[in-house]
């Protein structure tokens, strides 16, 4: 199984500033097609999960231009340009490229 | 409007049996992989199947192998999650998921507990 494994697990983050999470994967996470399947999702208190990021960098529908992703191969980053009061919750890392599917532990964002 | 409605979960004893439910609407549901995902309580997300468009392909979590089966209805635009032998370990919060990866639309919710 693809081990998934996230940096920090708790980030205390000023309102406006930067944040930044890790996630490295312990093998590749490329496809046979040549895509590479590594999702950011964000689960605010007392809600479902939501899709941010799909294939590395792609962000999803409605989701604001201050989430990016990026990275290749076995190590990613989601970043959050300048941290909202919304954005308080926990973000995964999850790959998509073979079965098992596998997520990271997951990152707590909360404001300080 | 995408919108995937979930019900069937209660608290059950350990080897019992429970079928979750998954009404989709907003979409063409024969199109799309669907997935189950579940969350222990104050824990992570962990993937838990997935099911293709017309059922023929399935894959699980190791450790529900054989004890819990994903299956959907296209004709009735619904997912579903026969749970049997179910043990103390599955109690969680069960999401269905539309796609095959992470699911860009995910349902509410449906709580699991197993305990005597």
């Known amino acids: 199984d693809i081990v998934m494994t996230q940096t920090p697990l708790s980030s205390p983050v000023t309102l406006g500033q930067p944040a930044s999470i890790s996630c490295r994967s312990s093998?590749?996470?490329?496809?046979?097609?040549?895509?590479?399947?590594l999702n950011w999702l964000q689960q605010r208190p007392g809600q479902p999960p939501r899709l941010l990021i799909h294939?590395?960098?792609k962000r999803f529908s409605g989701v604001p231009d201050r989430f990016s992703g990026s990275g290749a191969g076995t190590d990613f980053t989601l970043k959050i340009s300048s941290v909202e009061a919304e954005d308080v919750g926990v973000y995964y890392c999850m790959q998509a490229t073979q079965f098992p599917r596998t997520f990271g532990q997951g990152t707590k964002v909360e404001i300080k | 409007e995408v919108q995937l409605v979930q019900s069937g979960g209660d608290l059950v004893q350990p080897g019992g049996s429970l079928r979750l439910s998954c009404a989709a609407s907003?979409?063409?549901?024969?199109?799309?992989?669907m997935t189950w995902v579940r969350q222990a309580p104050g824990k992570g997300l962990e993937w838990v199947a997935n099911i293709n468009q017309d059922g023929s392909q399935k894959y699980y979590m190791e450790s529900v192998k054989g004890r819990l089966t994903i299956s959907r209805d296209n004709a009735k635009n619904s997912l579903f999650l026969q749970m049997n032998s179910l043990r103390a370990e599955d109690t969680a919060v069960y999401y269905c998921s539309r796609g095959g990866g992470s699911g860009d639309y995910w349902g509410q919710g449906t709580l699991v507990t197993v305990s005597s």
């Open positions: 093998q590749s996470v490329v496809s046979s097609d040549g895509n590479t399947y």
């Open positions: 294939q590395i960098s």
């Open positions: 907003g979409f063409i549901f024969s199109n799309y992989w």
